[in-house]
């Protein structure tokens, strides 16, 4: 791996596992200092002493994305650690699915919050620290949900959200040289379609089966193949590239 992110500080949401995890672990191989949040109090621990054992500089807290002052403390530890915050990506998520009868006001709720909300405190939080410094990378994770998909209506439209978020902060930030872009991944083999394999009552290999007969590369997606896409979007050579929403799904998703 390159340095490319050398002298970069990248601070994650949700960065404890899955995508998020991958997406830490792609910065602090490409020399970025690395801060992240989490709620999962022994994930943290475990990702963090990960990272400090391979090395890297690191920088991570308890703290939920639904509570600003907690997000803006964050955010500001994190600028008097490392000096600055350059790239944020709004990865922290959850799951309620559920079809719409079924859907409870707590199903509905949750799930706005942590991704919309969450997403708003963070992109709030670090943009003086990056209008500051006239230079910004902002990415945030929307998902192929965002066009619609069975017994998420809740998800499908916080993804879809998010998606409209990051275009407005690309026009709003643009002229401080903060871009804003979204990835959109398709079946990724994480915790949370674990959770989704139970909650239909498959074995998780059957998921990935069936999935992978629907993707034209032939294969599910990694965390990994989520990081990659990230570090496009991260890179300083991206500053004309904003406001887009590329889909990471082995496949064209319309």
Do not use: C
């Amino acid at each position: 791996m390159t340095g490319r992110f050398e002298g970069r500080v990248a601070f994650i949401t949700g960065g404890s596992r899955g995508i998020g995890k991958g997406i830490v672990e792609r910065f602090a191989e490409e020399g970025a200092k690395v801060a992240f949040i989490d709620l999962n109090e022994e994930a943290l621990a475990e990702t963090t002493n990960e990272l400090r054992d391979k090395g890297y500089e690191v920088f991570s807290k308890v703290a939920s994305v639904t509570e600003a002052e907690q997000v803006e403390q964050a955010v500001k530890e994190v600028n008097d650690t490392f000096g600055s915050v350059d790239i944020l990506v709004n990865n922290a998520g959850v799951i309620r699915d559920n079809l719409l009868f079924k859907m409870t006001d707590s199903d509905w709720q949750t799930v706005m919050d942590v991704h919309l909300k969450g997403s708003f405190n963070a992109a709030r939080s670090v943009q003086k620290y990056m209008v500051e410094q006239k230079y910004g990378r902002i990415i945030n994770i929307s998902s192929t949900s965002a066009l619609g998909n069975r017994g998420q209506a809740n998800y499908a439209a916080a993804k879809a959200g998010l998606q409209g978020f990051t275009k407005t902060l690309a026009i709003e930030l643009g002229r401080y040289g903060i871009t804003a872009n979204s990835v959109a991944p398709g079946f990724i083999e994480t915790e949370m379609t674990k959770e989704t394999a139970a909650r239909i009552g498959i074995p998780f290999e059957e998921l990935i089966k069936h999935s992978v007969s629907n993707i034209p590369v032939g294969r599910s997606g990694k965390p990994a193949d989520i990081a990659n896409a990230v570090a496009f979007f991260a890179d300083e050579r991206s500053s004309f590239v904003n406001g887009q929403v590329i889909y990471v799904a082995g496949g064209p998703k319309t």
